[in-house]
C-alpha cells in the first residue's frame, strides 16, 4: 500500500504531531488535573467518583498550615545557604580552570561534573554514611579537629547527629546539594568563558591589567547572561529540592520537620495523608513563589537604564 504523498505545508505538521501528543498527555493534561484537582476533595482510593468541590478551600487551608509555612522557610533555608555558595565557588574555580589546564582541561571539568549526573539515590546514600553519628568520616573528621589546639575551640565539643538533631539536619542537606551542582556550574561558567574573545585579554595585558582586574573588569561583565541563567536555575531547583531531602530524611523531614522541604511536604500530603487536592493547592501556591522569585531575579539582572 502507497503512502500519500505530503505537501510541504502539511509535512512540519505531521513531523510536530508525535511531540504534540506526547506534551498534551504527559504534560498539559497532568497540569490541567493538578490544577482542577486544587478545587476538589478527592481520596484516590475511592475512585474519581468520590471528588467533591470545595471552592478554595484547598488553599486557604494550606495558608494556615503550620507545617506549609515551615516547609517553605526550610526550602528558602536551603535554596539561599546551597545555591549562593554554588557560584560564589563556581565562578573563580571556572576561572582557575581555565586559565591553568589546557590539555587536562575536558578531565578536570569531567570530574567536577561527575556529582551532576550521578544518581541522587546513590550520592544521598553516601553522604548518609558520612553523616552517620558513629561511624561517618565527617564525624572522624571533626574529632581530629577537636584536638587541634587553635581550631579545636571552634568545634563542637560533642559528636554531632547530623541526620537527626534539628539544628544540624538543614546545614547536612545543603552541603549535599552544593557538592553536587557546583560542577554543573563550573561546567556553565567555563562553557561561557570559552566565548569570551582572546583580543580583550591581550589587549588588558598590554595595559599593564593583571589577572585580578581582568577578571574584574572583562570576565564578569562577559558572564553576566550565563550568570543570570545559572542563578534562574539555582532559584527554580532550589525551590523544587526533594530527592536530597527526602532520601536523607527517609522521606519524614527529619526531627521537628527541620528537613522537610516544600517538595518533600506535598509528597506526604499527597501520599501519606491521601489529600490530593491540598497537595495540588500547595503546589500552585509554591509555583507562585517560583515565578515570583524568577521574576525577581530577572529584575535583578536587567541592565540599568543609563
Do not use: C
Amino acid at each position: 500500500m502507497k503512502l500519500p504523498r505530503l505537501s510541504p505545508r502539511q509535512t512540519p505538521y505531521v513531523l510536530l504531531l508525535p511531540f504534540v501528543l506526547l506534551f498534551i498527555v504527559f504534560g498539559l493534561f497532568p497540569l490541567a488535573f493538578s490544577l482542577f484537582l486544587a478545587f476538589q476533595t478527592w481520596e484516590p482510593t475511592s475512585g474519581l467518583g468520590a471528588m467533591s468541590f470545595v471552592g478554595a478551600d484547598n488553599f486557604l487551608f494550606a495558608l494556615q498550615d503550620e507545617w506549609f509555612w515551615k516547609s517553605l522557610k526550610n526550602t528558602g533555608w536551603l535554596a539561599l545557604v546551597s545555591g549562593v555558595p554554588q557560584h560564589l565557588v563556581a565562578l573563580p574555580l571556572a576561572a582557575f580552570i581555565h586559565a591553568s589546564f589546557k590539555r587536562l582541561r575536558n578531565g578536570v571539568v569531567g570530574a567536577y561534573f561527575m556529582p551532576y549526573i550521578t544518581s541522587t539515590v546513590a550520592i544521598a546514600i553516601l553522604f548518609s554514611s558520612l553523616f552517620s553519628t558513629d561511624y561517618g568520616l565527617i564525624n572522624v573528621g571533626l574529632q581530629l579537629l577537636r584536638e587541634l589546639p587553635l581550631i579545636g575551640v571552634l568545634v563542637p565539643a560533642q559528636t554531632v547527629d547530623w541526620l537527626n538533631d534539628p539544628d544540624y539536619i538543614k546545614p547536612a542537606i545543603a552541603t549535599l546539594v552544593f557538592w553536587r551542582y557546583v560542577g554543573f556550574n563550573v561546567v556553565l561558567y567555563l562553557a561561557a568563558m570559552q566565548t569570551i574573545p582572546r583580543d580583550l585579554y591581550e589587549a588588558a595585558r598590554m595595559d599593564g591589567a593583571g589577572r585580578l582586574q581582568q577578571f574584574f573588569y572583562i570576565t564578569l561583565p562577559s558572564l553576566k547572561p550565563m550568570i543570570y541563567f545559572g542563578v534562574t536555575l539555582s532559584v527554580v531547583g532550589g525551590l523544587q529540592l526533594f530527592e536530597e531531602a527526602f532520601i536523607l530524611t527517609q522521606g519524614r523531614g527529619g526531627s521537628d520537620q527541620a528537613g522537610m522541604t516544600t517538595a518533600v511536604y506535598l509528597y506526604r500530603m499527597a501520599f501519606d495523608f491521601n489529600d490530593f487536592g491540598a497537595a495540588s493547592a500547595m503546589s500552585w501556591l509554591l509555583f507562585i513563589v517560583v515565578g515570583l522569585l524568577t521574576w525577581l531575579t530577572n529584575r535583578a539582572f536587567r541592565p540599568s537604564k543609563a
